[in-house]
C-alpha cells in the first residue's frame, strides 16, 4: 500500500465525485504555499486512509483583488454550510484597508467559538529551549476586543469595544474543560487580567470558577495573564489545558507554538456546534511559495485533527505517528532543519512522501499517538440558560469631546443638574480629574462625566434625555452615553480611579 499511495494523483482525487461513501470536505488552498502544502497534506491523509470527498473552494487574494472585500464567494458559504468541516490553507490578506479578515468572517459566521491549538515539543529532533512541553491553548474566538468596534470619538482618542459575554464565556470554559476529559488531561489554568478589567476579565474568570466547580476530577488554577505568560514561555511543562479570551489566546498560542519548536508545525481547529475549520497557524509565507520548500507539517496535523473530528480516529493515528516517525527518522524541511540533528533536508513533496512510506509505523523515542478508537466526540457546550437580573438605572456616563480646562468643563457639565441629578465626577482616560484631580495628571480631548440621581432620588430614562437637551443647549459636544446600571444591586460599571 505504501509505494502505491505514494503514486496517488492528488490533482485526480481532488476532481474525484463523491460515490456517496466518503464524508464531503469543502477544501480550500490558499495562496503563497498555500497550494502545495494543502496538496502535500491531502495526499498524506488519503495515503492514510482518510474517507473524504473533496469539495474545492476559493478564497483569499485573487477574490480580494477582484473586488470582494471579505475574500470569500457567496456560493463558497452554501458548501461550508453543507459539508460543515472546512479544511484551510494559508492566505494572502492585501496591504491596506477595506480587506476584512476572512478567518475573522468564518468564525464568526460559522459559530466557530473555540480555537484549540495543541503546542507540542519534538526534543531532541527539533531545535527548541523547551524539550518537555505539551499545551493545548483553548483560545475564545469571537468575542473580546475581535468584536471589531472601534470608533474615533474626538481629534485624540480612538476607542475598541471589549465584549466578553456570560454565554460566551460558559461555553469555552466548558469546551476547555470537557476537551481536557476527553484527552486525558490533568488540569485546566485560566488567564485573565482581572484585576485591571474587573467586569469584562472578571466575568471570565467568575465563569471559570463556577465551571471548574463542576469538573472535580480536573485540576484548575488561574493566573493573570502578564505573570502566566511570562511563566508559560520560560517553564511551559507547567501547564497543560489554557484557556482564555481571545485577544490573550490569539498572542499567548503563536508564543507557545514558537516555544515548542516552530509556527510552521502547530496545527488549530476552530469548533462550533455545527461547522468546524482546521488550518496551521503559519500565514502563506509568499517568499516561499512555489519552491517546494514549505514545511506541511502543521497544515497536515489540522488536517490530522480533523480526521479525529470527523471519527476517523484509525486515520488521525495512522498519519500522526507516520509523521512523528519521519521527524524522529530525521527527514525535515528546511526551516527546522539543524546539522548534526537532522539526516536529510526535503521538500514539500519529498517530506510528503517520506510521511506516506511510514505509515503503520510508530516512532520509537518520541511518544506514539494515540486515539481512543472507541470514544464519542464530547458533545459542543451551551450555555446553561440564566434568569434575568432585576436591572436598575442608577446614572449615566456622558462623553464629551472637550480642550477647555477641566472646571470650565464641569461649569458647562452643570447646566444639566437638577433637583434629581447631579454631576458626580469627571474622568480623562479613567483618572478623576475633578473635583480634585492631580494637576500632574495627563489629559486628552476625551472626558467622561458621570451624572448620578442625587441623595433620595431616583434615576430614570427621561432624564438621560433631559440631561443631553440641556447639554446641547450648553454647545457642549457629547460623543457618546453609557447609562449605568446595577443588576441585582451590583454596580455594573466601574468607578473612576481616585473615585
Ligand atoms: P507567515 O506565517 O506566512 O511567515 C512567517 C515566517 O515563517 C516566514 O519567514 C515564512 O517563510 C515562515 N514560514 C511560515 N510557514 C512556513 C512553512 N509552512 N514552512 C516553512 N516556513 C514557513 O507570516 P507573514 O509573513 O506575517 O504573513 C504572510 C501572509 O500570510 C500575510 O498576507 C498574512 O496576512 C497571511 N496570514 C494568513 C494566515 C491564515 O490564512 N490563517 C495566518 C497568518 C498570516
Redesign the pocket.
Known amino acids: 500500500m505504501n509505494v502505491e499511495a505514494k503514486l496517488i494523483d492528488i490533482d485526480d482525487y481532488i476532481g474525484k465525485a463523491n460515490d456517496g461513501s466518503a464524508t464531503p470536505v469543502t477544501v480550500a488552498f490558499?495562496d503563497?504555499?498555500g497550494p502545495e502544502?494543502m496538496k502535500a497534506s491531502l495526499k498524506v491523509l488519503i495515503a492514510g486512509g482518510a474517507n473524504i470527498a473533496i469539495e474545492p473552494i476559493e478564497i483569499g487574494e485573487q477574490l480580494y483583488r477582484s473586488g470582494n472585500t471579505a475574500g470569500i464567494a457567496p456560493e463558497s458559504w452554501d458548501s461550508l454550510r453543507r459539508t460543515k468541516v472546512f479544511y484551510?490553507a494559508?492566505?494572502?490578506?492585501p496591504q491596506g484597508g477595506g480587506y476584512k479578515s476572512?478567518?475573522v468572517t468564518v468564525r464568526k459566521s460559522l459559530g466557530l467559538f473555540a480555537n484549540i491549538r495543541p503546542c507540542v515539543s519534538y526534543d531532541p529532533f527539533i531545535a527548541t529551549k523547551h524539550p518537555i512541553m505539551d499545551v493545548v491553548v483553548v483560545r475564545e474566538n469571537e468575542e473580546d476586543l475581535y468584536a471589531g468596534i472601534e470608533h474615533r470619538q474626538t481629534d485624540d482618542v480612538y476607542q475598541c469595544l471589549k465584549l466578553i459575554s456570560r454565554p460566551g464565556s460558559e461555553k469555552i470554559v466548558r469546551y476547555a474543560f470537557e476537551y481536557a476529559r476527553a484527552h486525558g488531561r490533568k488540569k485546566v489554568t485560566c488567564f485573565t487580567k482581572d484585576n485591571i478589567m474587573k467586569l469584562t476579565d472578571g466575568l471570565f474568570h467568575k465563569v471559570f470558577d463556577e465551571v471548574a466547580a463542576e469538573y472535580p476530577d480536573i485540576e484548575n488554577e488561574h493566573w493573570i495573564i502578564d505573570i502566566g505568560a511570562a511563566k508559560l514561555a520560560d517553564t511551559p511543562e507547567a501547564f497543560d489545558v489554557v484557556v482564555m479570551p481571545n485577544l490573550y489566546g490569539d498572542v499567548l498560542s503563536d508564543v507557545a507554538a514558537q516555544i515548542a519548536g516552530s509556527?510552521?508545525l502547530a496545527p488549530s481547529a476552530n469548533i462550533g456546534a455545527q461547522c468546524a475549520m482546521f488550518?496551521?497557524?503559519?500565514?502563506?509565507?509568499?517568499?516561499?511559495a512555489g519552491q517546494d520548500?514549505?514545511?506541511?507539517?502543521?497544515l497536515l496535523l489540522a488536517g490530522v485533527m480533523m480526521m479525529a473530528h470527523l471519527g476517523q480516529r484509525d486515520v488521525a493515528e495512522r498519519v500522526h505517528n507516520a509523521w512523528l516517525k519521519t521527524i524522529e527518522d530525521g527527514l525535515h524541511?528546511?526551516?527546522i532543519y539543524k546539522d548534526g540533528v537532522s539526516k536529510e533536508k526535503l521538500g514539500t513533496r519529498d517530506f510528503a512522501d517520506a510521511v506516506i512510506s511510514r505509515l503503520g509505523e510508530t516512532p520509537q523515542r518520541l511518544a506514539a499517538a494515540v486515539y481512543d478508537q472507541n470514544s464519542k466526540p464530547f458533545a459542543v457546550p451551551e450555555a446553561t440558560p440564566r434568569t434575568p437580573a432585576k436591572k436598575e438605572l442608577v446614572g449615566m456616563d456622558v462623553f464629551v469631546h472637550s480642550t477647555a480646562p477641566v472646571e470650565e468643563l464641569a461649569r458647562e457639565m452643570k447646566t444639566a443638574e437638577s433637583e434629581l441629578v447631579e454631576l458626580a465626577m469627571i474622568t480623562n482616560r479613567g483618572v478623576k480629574i475633578w473635583p480634585g484631580g492631580l494637576p500632574e495628571t495627563f489629559t486628552t480631548d476625551h472626558w467622561r462625566c458621570r451624572f448620578l440621581a442625587r441623595e433620595g432620588k431616583q434615576f430614570n430614562k427621561a432624564m438621560v434625555l433631559d440631561i443631553l437637551r440641556q447639554l446641547t443647549g450648553a454647545g457642549v459636544d457629547f460623543v457618546k452615553t453609557e447609562q449605568l446600571y446595577t443588576f441585582d444591586g451590583e454596580p455594573g460599571y466601574s468607578l473612576g480611579q481616585g473615585q
Open positions: 490558499g503563497g504555499i502544502i484551510k494559508p492566505i494572502t490578506t476572512l478567518n509556527v510552521g488550518e496551521a497557524i503559519h500565514g502563506s509565507a509568499p517568499r516561499r520548500m514549505a514545511n506541511p507539517s502543521g524541511t528546511y526551516d
